[in-house]
């Protein structure tokens, strides 16, 4: 490089056109030298892998200075032989590496961007597309869009760099990918920070360099990195959920969404794996600085071109960038820097990238002859000590001085553990001012989308993405500056678009006013006021459109009940205090349009609907700790919300998201079961259809409970009167919806009867539909469901339930003398759940105020403590009239546990006041419970309704044991696998030292009265006895077949015990006695048989 420098000096020609600088001979003997070292580069880059990145890094300064020196379209020429070289070589990770380091040291040439023509696009369609190159002509904007060949001639260097990116995206060498991403964020990192490109025009004209680098994020969407791994809620909206939408997936279809949905977000191929967040944010920053930086109208005028697939593509990027960029705090900050960081490069790496540095920083000399100036300075001192030494000095300043290998965004990784709170805090507020330009450069790309859309009426299917995109925006952690321009644009679309919120998407009408009752609480006096004007904006177009808001109002109710429902964070003192500003907007409002209208009396009544809800609130947060006294507390002001069906809807979401989340199942699906079933009803209402629910009547096969959800008459309420069922779940598919995940909690509660009963209704609907897909899937689960159903039987626990009464002043009025059934889940002991009912109400009233009633006795209430509170609990079992179990609607254990509303607890006592007494003696009340619901309910307790006392004599007491005993017998015996709970039944029912209970029930009341003179009670325990000593007979019998070899002496054992008793019992049962030698005959096969068979056992043995 020297040698030509001085060549063009001797001979003057330093201002003569570079075509005529140096001899066709020396050019031609350059080309074979340089073809030559990419050869050897090509071939040493797997055995020497030092020597060839060294050869590669010489070459890529040499054709660096050669642009300075030599025809820049000869070095453009050298350039392209050495890819082709490269090309023809085994890809490598070394080789596409080497190209990387070549192509950041190219681009660091002070003319960089004068080398890429950065011509501004045409917008004629005429302009040239194809053909021959001619740089005084400006390429078309659809061609210079994409890496199209145009646009690689037009802008080579930054067609080289942008083209190798999109294919080391494309490839799976994750290192690669950071060494080519940070390639081109350096190098806009230095444009931008460049003194020569501060102007505005002259910004658009780079960025128009860069403008493919769109599409290849678009493209790579896929792969970017979406969250997981420890960062904090990295989702996307399309993979978020909704405050308002938050516990049901619904099915879209074509005629639902009208063909506008957006286009869904593509999955990553298997073969390809996920970008890492360093490089994931650095590409989306990027993507950022290019759109900021573009000319607005060529911006415009390429969406114009795409399709509304690809414009969603782009909205997803954009909202990717939200998620990626949000402003999270110093705590999140400090938790993301344990994950390392991925943009760690090798140290040979490092050393040509800070030279890259250094050239681009003024650190070291940018040409040959200042390198060559600082090595002999450095020599000079003593101080070379390797062909590397002055490079890593240089790397060591720039590193020191710049922070060359961390994020230059100081954004998301921490290189070091120990980092000083100082530079933290910097990092802090450098992250919250990169979440604020993010911000403001996403809204300033949806302003000129809406804008496009005003003109260009046929990518109008893009706005309701791009109101998601403000959405997510709305409930980002963003600064007061870019809030006040997010409220600017929010009420510009309300302007602009209203059909769009009220009539389009109402849904995420819903969710807009979520988002602004939220930021009504806000601390902050500012947004406030903004939330505020916003709010009341929306309402006042609402009015004006048909001279009533009532779907912004309904839509705002169910907004602040999904807040204080969902456990969202508000403030509601701030809340109250927008409210009365609302109030005050309407009263002051000038508009001629309300003028003499009702619009400032129905914001009156919507502001005192709202502080309703709030005085719930507070209710809700007293009660937080007792979840039985929150669902309740829940359920009353859901019926509250009878006459308003998308209240109602939303109430019973979140009673199921509680429930779900105490793993209440049976209860979750319950309340989406109800949801169903009111979706249901109205849509009866509107068209009845034969394969739809006939209202919530269907729903009564499931749930008689789902009864109290059926509508008022048509001419009181109708689904078509404004504001009403602007839920997107009042559809089918909202309803299918609703229904799937009720029966997925159902199987997670283990009622797999009540799954087969769900999908009843479901069927219909996908068979008319001829939606065999859908079908096959569901037929899949009812066959998983009949499998555990045969294999799980009876073992499946299906709740235990507690009757509590509260008696004292100090419950309050509503709860004083009532008393509850609890169901609480799986096999709960008394003991456990009087415990933990304990230690809530101690807690809450204290140890001297609330008193435990141990017993089950009935509470006198006048001679209790006035001033102190009584609990009694008592454990209690389901209960069915003698007709009920005798119906194959009761065979089973989930038959007997499902659907239930009856139950009974047992107090003994005796005549003379004691609990128990001689079996003569023994007393028993049965108290039968009626509640108020059938369980499982959509609470997990419920009120008794009625009461039933029933006392039993002691024969009927006996009586009641006996039958109990059978019962069990039965039940073991008709499990033909479980032998040891037969055996534990025997032993319980034969052996003598537990069954003098049984014979002294009998000799208490059969002995001394004849057959003939015993009364209907006496004759019913004879026949239970009888039916015992069968059912025992029977049981040995099964036992004697099922055992082995060694437990022919229990059997034996278990034979006599049954002959003892029998002999006791029989004289005492039977209508004619009979002699001890008749019995004794009647044994002996028995006892002869297992003799005969060990006997036989002896003399085979001998």
């Known amino acids: 490089v020297k040698s030509m420098a001085q060549h063009l000096h001797r001979t003057g020609t330093l201002t003569s056109l570079r075509t005529n600088l140096f001899p066709s001979k020396f050019l031609h003997d350059l080309e074979y030298l340089i073809n030559i070292i990419t050869i050897e580069i090509a071939e040493k880059h797997i055995k020497n892998v030092s020597y060839a990145r060294n050869l590669n890094t010489s070459l890529a300064f040499f054709l660096t200075d050669a642009y300075s020196l030599m025809d820049r379209g000869f070095v453009c020429h050298l350039i392209r032989s050495y890819i082709k070289k490269l090309a023809l070589a085994p890809a490598d990770f070394n080789l596409t590496e080497f190209k990387l380091d070549l192509f950041r040291i190219l681009c660091s040439h002070e003319h960089y961007i004068a080398l890429n023509l950065p011509l501004l696009p045409s917008f004629d369609p005429s302009s040239p597309t194809t053909g021959s190159y001619d740089e005084n002509v400006p390429p078309n904007i659809e061609s210079m869009a994409t890496l199209t060949p145009e646009f690689r001639q037009h802008h080579y260097l930054s067609g080289l760099v942008l083209s190798e990116l999109a294919r080391v995206l494309a490839g799976r060498r994750a290192k690669l990918r950071e060494q080519a991403v940070e390639l081109v964020r350096d190098l806009l990192a230095s444009h931008d920070a460049d003194p020569r490109y501060q102007l505005r025009r002259s910004r658009e004209r780079i960025a128009m360099l860069y403008m493919p680098l769109l599409s290849i994020v678009m493209d790579n969407l ?226 000129t989308l809406i804008q496009t859309v005003q003109v260009v009426d046929n990518i109008r299917a893009t706005l309701p993405r791009a109101l998601e995109v403000l959405l997510h925006l709305l409930a980002c952690n963003e600064s007061i500056l870019v809030m006040e321009h997010l409220f600017a644009t929010q009420r510009s679309i309300v302007v602009k678009f209203p059909d769009l919120l009220f009539e389009e998407e109402t849904e995420q009408c819903a969710e807009l006013c979520v988002r602004l009752l939220k930021h009504c609480s806000s601390a902050h006096f500012k947004i406030r006021t903004l939330a505020c004007a ?52 309407a009263d002051s409002d000038s508009l001629p349009d309300l003028e003499d209208t009702d619009f400032p009396d129905q914001v009156r009544d919507l502001a005192a609907n709202l502080h309703r809800i709030l005085l719930d609130t507070v209710k809700m947060q007293e009660t937080h700790e007792d979840p039985a006294v929150l669902m309740d507390l829940m359920y009353r002001i859901s019926k509250g919300y009878q006459n308003s069906p998308d209240l109602r809807l939303t109430w019973l979401q979140h009673m199921a998201g509680k429930h779900n989340g105490r793993q209440n199942f049976p209860e979750a ?32 096969r499931i749930s008689p409970n789902v009864l109290e959800e059926s509508a008022i008459s048509d001419d009181e309420l109708s689904p078509e009167e404004e504001g009403m069922c602007t839920n997107r779940l009042f559809s089918e598919n909202g309803m299918i919806g609703l229904l799937e995940q009720a029966a997925e909690l159902f199987r997670e509660a283990r009622l797999y009867e009540a799954v087969c009963e769900v999908y009843k209704i479901i069927i219909p609907i996908h068979s008319s539909k001829r939606q065999f897909k859908d079908l096959e899937k569901i037929h899949m689960k009812l066959v998983d469901c009949f499998q555990n159903i045969v294999s799980k039987g009876d073992k499946r626990g299906f709740g235990t ?30 003991a456990e759940f009087s415990l933990k009912l304990e230690k809530y109400y101690l807690d809450k009233y204290g140890s001297d105020h609330i008193v435990m009633v141990k017993d089950s006795n009935k509470v006198q209430v006048d001679t209790l403590d006035p001033n102190k509170g009584y609990i009694q609990i008592t454990f209690v079992e389901p209960y069915f009239d003698e007709y009920e179990l ?217």
């Not at 950022?288 to 990027?317: E, F, G, Q, Y």
């Open 222 to 447: 896929a792969n970017l990195y979406h969250g997981g791994d420890g960062w904090d809620d990295w989702a996307c909206s399309f993979e978020r959920t909704t405050e308002v939408r938050r516990s049901v997936i619904i099915k879209e279809d074509e005629e639902t969404s009208g063909g506008k949905t957006a286009e869904p977000v593509p999955t990553a191929p298997t073969n390809l794996q996920q970008m890492g967040p360093g490089s994931t944010r650095n590409l989306l920053i990027c993507f950022l600085w290019v759109l900021h930086n573009i000319d607005p109208a060529h911006l415009c005028h390429w969406w114009t071109t795409l399709p509304i697939s690809r414009l969603s593509t782009l909205l997803n990027v954009l909202d990717l960038s939200v998620a990626c960029f949000e402003y999270k705090g110093k705590q999140a900050m400090a938790n993301r820097s344990t994950l390392g960081t991925s943009l760690m490069q090798t140290s040979k790496s490092n050393t040509v990238r800070n030279q890259l540095a250094g050239m681009i920083l003024g650190t070291t000399g940018g040409s040959a002859k200042e390198r060559l100036l600082l090595r002999h300075r450095m020599m000079s001192s003593g101080t070379h000590t390797g062909p590397t030494a002055s490079a890593q000095s240089t790397s060591s300043i720039v590193t020191e001085r710049w922070g060359w290998g961390k994020t230059v965004w100081a954004s998301s990784v921490s290189e070091s553990s120990d980092k000083q709170i100082g530079n933290f805090d910097i990092d802090a507020i450098v992250e919250g001012c990169l979440a604020a330009e993010a911000a403001l450069i996403t809204l300033d790309t949806l302003e």
């Open 534 to 585: 916003s709010l009341y904006l929306l309402m006042r177009h609402n009015y004006v459109r048909g001279n009533t808001f009532a779907r912004v109002k309904v839509q705002v109710t169910v907004a602040l009940s999904s807040i204080v429902a969902g456990d969202l964070k508000f403030d509601e003192y701030h809340l109250r205090r927008s409210l009365k500003t609302l109030v005050t907007y």
């Open 669 to 700: 699906a319950m309340c989406l079961v109800h949801a169903a079933a009111l979706v249901a009803e109205y849509l009866y209402l509107l068209e009845s259809k034969a394969y739809l629910p006939v209202g919530c009547v269907t729903f009564e």
């Open 801 to 830: 339930y507690f009757r509590v009464g509260f008696y004292g002043n100090i419950f309050g009025e509503s709860v004083d003398g009532q008393e509850f059934i609890y169901r609480e889940q799986g096999l709960t002991r008394l």
């Open 886 to 1102: 005798q119906l194959p609607e009761r065979s089973t254990l989930f038959d007997r546990s499902f659907n239930i509303r009856r139950f009974v607890y047992c107090t003994p006592f005796t005549m003379s006041g004691k609990a128990y007494g001689d079996i003569s003696d023994q007393y028993m009340r049965k108290t039968i419970l009626t509640a108020e619901e059938h369980f499982p309910y959509v609470k997990t307790r419920v009120k008794v309704l009625e009461h039933k006392e029933v006392v039993l004599s002691p024969v009927e007491v006996a009586i009641e044991d006996m039958r109990d005993k059978i019962n069990k017998l039965k039940e073991v015996l008709s499990n033909a696998q479980d032998t040891k709970l037969l055996q534990m039944q025997l032993q319980g029912g034969i052996a003598t030292s537990v069954n003098q209970g049984a014979y002294a029930i009998a000799h208490a009341f059969l002995k001394e009265v004849p057959t003939s003179q015993q009364n209907h009670f006496q004759l019913q325990l004879r026949m239970c006895f009888r039916e015992f000593m069968k059912l025992c007979r029977k049981a040995l019998d099964k036992n004697k077949t099922s055992i082995s070899e060694e437990q022919l002496e229990y059997q034996q054992e278990m034979e006599r015990k049954f002959y003892d008793f029998q002999q006791l019992l029989t004289p005492l049962i039977s209508s004619e006695r009979k002699s001890a030698q008749q019995q004794k005959l009647q044994e002996t096969p028995y006892l002869k048989e297992i003799a005969t068979y060990r006997a036989s056992r002896v003399l085979n043995t001998d």
